[in-house]
């Protein structure tokens, strides 16, 4: 059994919900409130002020079938004078339907219900028109007994100031309350947006502003971001420091045995310092992760013949494709670390597949850039790990060279989360291997 759910129908925003909270009180109030008073209001002043014109109208129509022909018109004169009504005797009515009325006026329901029931052979009700409510009956000689009488007599004078008083009300409540509204969320989506560019490796300026709450939430930010920061800069610092400070030994032992016999066991060294050398320059490149260039605006095909053009040495193997509506739709990135992410993942598919393919495409607020090869792949339940600093993976591929210490995918994946993106990793359904996918916000 399907249950109904509420939640996907509330607008998703905070501001909308809060609206939504205050409002929704007020209309449902003002909704009972204005049933009532048409309930109450309407139908009882309606029905005592239509059964006196009622008596009135039975009155003229008892008197006027009982008076003689010739004296039929002095009366209908005297009645017009002593009931302030209009008669008149017309020999057809021109509408056919029972009724006319509009359809917001409320107090015409209770009012045709009344003439209905107390009017004898009552044919036509016409509340259209303006201030006067025309009336027809039916006479024996098959001609008709015209009323024409004011509204005022049947219903309440302007029955619907009320309804226009609450419903005027209500509009204005609803624009002070929304002006108040968005001065209170504001500094929530100052806190939002300066988390948002934190995560993607910029430092914006910011004060707590507005609500205590609001201030506090924003004060552990701010404290957070200072750790947080302290801890990125020490992390780089020691690596850094530890792979430049290797390089100067290193450097005296590849010396030294540059010096010695060329022979096997020397061959052997040297191919070991070579290694470990690259592993240094792997740690110097996760080491600088952090440092990050400057956001910069640039054209999708711009963007793309950068990518394109900074791997010509692998002109034969890849194959480029652009999906794009808007070839000169600005995006905000950073072109050299995305190059660089970039580099890592054909490199890689590079190093197991012979055939790669590179897409990029378009999307309404995402940019999408997918790199697929013909290797063997990744295993699904390794997927989590081959992100992981350090991690290599046996039996497999992975996105450094070899004999890397495993943080190829993981610079990958920190530069594309600068960017506030995220890469995955799945099998290509084309090639049959590895399918990097990185998705960008536009």
């Known amino acids: 059994m399907k249950y109904f759910k509420l939640k996907k129908y509330l607008p998703r925003s905070f501001f909308g919900r809060t609206l939504l909270i205050i409002i929704l009180p007020i209309i449902v109030l003002e909704a009972i409130v204005g049933f009532a008073f048409i309930q109450r209001y309407f139908e009882q002043v309606t029905n005592q002020l239509a059964k006196s014109t009622v008596l009135q109208m039975n009155y003229v129509l008892d008197r006027y079938e009982n008076t003689n022909s010739d004296a039929k018109e002095f009366f209908l004169k005297e009645m017009e004078k002593k009931f302030d009504i209009k008669l008149t005797i017309v020999p057809e009515k021109s509408n056919i339907d029972f009724f006319q009325k509009h359809p917001y006026d409320f107090s015409g329901i209770t009012l045709i219900k009344i003439l209905k029931n107390d009017v004898p052979s009552i044919e036509h009700i016409d509340l259209k028109s303006n201030g006067v409510v025309t009336i027809f009956t ?20 302007n029955p619907h100031q009320l309804l226009v008083l609450m419903v005027l009300l209500t509009i204005i409540l609803g624009f002070l309350l929304l002006m108040v509204l968005r001065n209170q969320i504001k500094p929530i ?3 939002a947006s300066v988390a948002e560019a934190f995560g993607k490796g910029q430092s914006v300026s910011y004060k707590p502003t507005g609500s205590i709450e609001i201030r506090k939430a924003g004060s552990a930010f701010l404290e957070m971001r200072k750790r947080l920061e302290r801890q990125i800069e020490q992390r780089t610092q020691m690596l850094s420091g530890v792979s430049h400070d290797l ?3 290193l450097t005296r032992l590849k010396l030294a045995l540059a010096l010695k016999e060329d022979d096997i066991e020397t061959k052997e060294m040297l191919k070991d310092i070579l290694v470990m050398q690259n592993i240094l320059d792997e740690f110097l490149e996760f080491s600088k992760n952090q440092k990050t260039e400057k956001v910069k605006e640039i054209s999708l095909i711009d963007l793309y013949e950068f990518l394109k053009n900074n791997n010509k040495n692998l002109k034969e193997t890849l194959i480029w494709q652009l999906s794009s509506k808007n070839h000169e739709r600005k995006v905000h990135l950073r072109p050299n670390n995305l190059l660089r992410a970039l580099s890592n993942l054909i490199e890689n598919a590079v190093f197991y597949g012979s055939q790669i393919k590179i897409s990029v495409i378009e999307k309404k607020t995402r940019l999408l850039i997918h790199i697929e090869d013909d290797g063997p792949g990744i295993p699904p339940e390794k997927v989590k790990d081959a992100v992981k600093p350090f991690v290599r993976l046996d039996n497999s591929r992975n996105l450094n060279k070899p004999h890397g210490v495993g943080l190829g995918l993981s610079i990958a994946s920190d530069l594309i989360k600068i960017h506030g993106g995220n890469l995955n990793l799945k099998k290509s359904q084309d090639l049959g291997g590895l399918k990097a996918s990185l998705t960008l916000p536009l």
């Open 138 to 157: 039916s006479l024996p000689n098959k001609s008709y007994f015209k009323f024409e009488i004011e509204r005022e007599r049947f219903t309440a004078s």
């Open 189 to 191: 989506k100052t806190l």
């Open 247 to 249: 390089r100067t030994p």
